[in-house]
């Protein structure tokens, strides 16, 4: 997630308007479109993880792990969990050339393990594979594992060992799971959690109740030596379905209430960024392009992707300055991003039939 920085000329930039009326008038430049995957015919389930590299682009999803080469999109290899597990969760990013995925049977009720294994995504072989205590990764459902996240070679969980004790934040090493470190919650605020990024661990507090009274979620940045918070404020309804983290600085997106009547305007929505370190605001930047944001770092800047697949903006962390912006062909539903190189591979997460991969180059 930190990466060195490249020069603005990697991306080919593009002026940013001086006022938000002038849009109608400019039309960024399109993305080549690489591939697509094939048209599903059934749904096969939301997709859980996706890695791209020079290597392969990789999608997760609960019964199997699904490789394409990533200049053609022609099927490379498929890996499935081992007796009757499921995938429930899957690494942010890969680690030399690795997907790490979260599995266990889903069958036995009361199992005490799940098991991770990491992928070679080059061939699809087991790197390595192992078994994991449960108790101590927060609630691993059927279908997914809210309370945990992977990335950077760890594991950051979330969970609460009494009803009346406080959250407790776990960083754990992916590969041994051994405890890095642990870290309580300062007071017993929050009944509902989901972990955002494991790098660093990054607490959404999605669903919080306090003394019987509805209360503003929070989101939760927590380190060995500390942590801070920042509150949803007014007029939004929730954060964003990612982070990302470019040097010291951590961006997330608001995304705004649901507009009141048909003819009301929705509200602009927001990127706001804050330093890592102290949880000061540094900047925010508003766009009309979608009412949910996706960030990602890449090349030492900040890509923002929105919920439909259709437009990504490239942002300076230094101060939310409009690097680029490209249009990208097709739609998808919930859009999620990986970048590698000058390419972008998007996924639907729409729970349906649907081109769930699209792959574009940036130039």
Known sequence: M?????PESVWEAAPEPAKRRLRLFRRDPEAQTLWQSEFEQQDLGEPLGLWATDQAVALARFDRVTAYAPAT???????????QDVIVGASQDSQDGLGVVLHHDDGEGDATHVRLTALDLGSGAVAWSREQPKDRLGHVGADHARGLAIGGGRMATVSREKSDAPPVVRCLDARTGTVQWERSLPDH???SFSVLAADPPVLCVLSVHESGNRSRPRLYVVREDGEWYVELPAGYKDFGPAVAVVGDMLAVGLEPDDPVGDDEKSADTVLRAYSVPTGEQLWEWRTDHGRTLHPLAHRGYLMVGNGYGSRVTVLDPADGRVVAERRL???????????????????????SETRRVRVFRWK
């Open 329 to 351: 062909p097709g739609f998808s539903y919930r859009a999620r991003y990986a970048a590698w190189d000058d390419r972008l591979a998007v996924v639907c997460h729409a729970v």
């Open 73 to 83: 999109g022609e099927p490379l290899w498929t890996w499935q969990p081992p007796d």
């Open 189 to 191: 605020w929050g009944d």
């Open 2 to 6: 930190h990466q060195d920085k490249a």
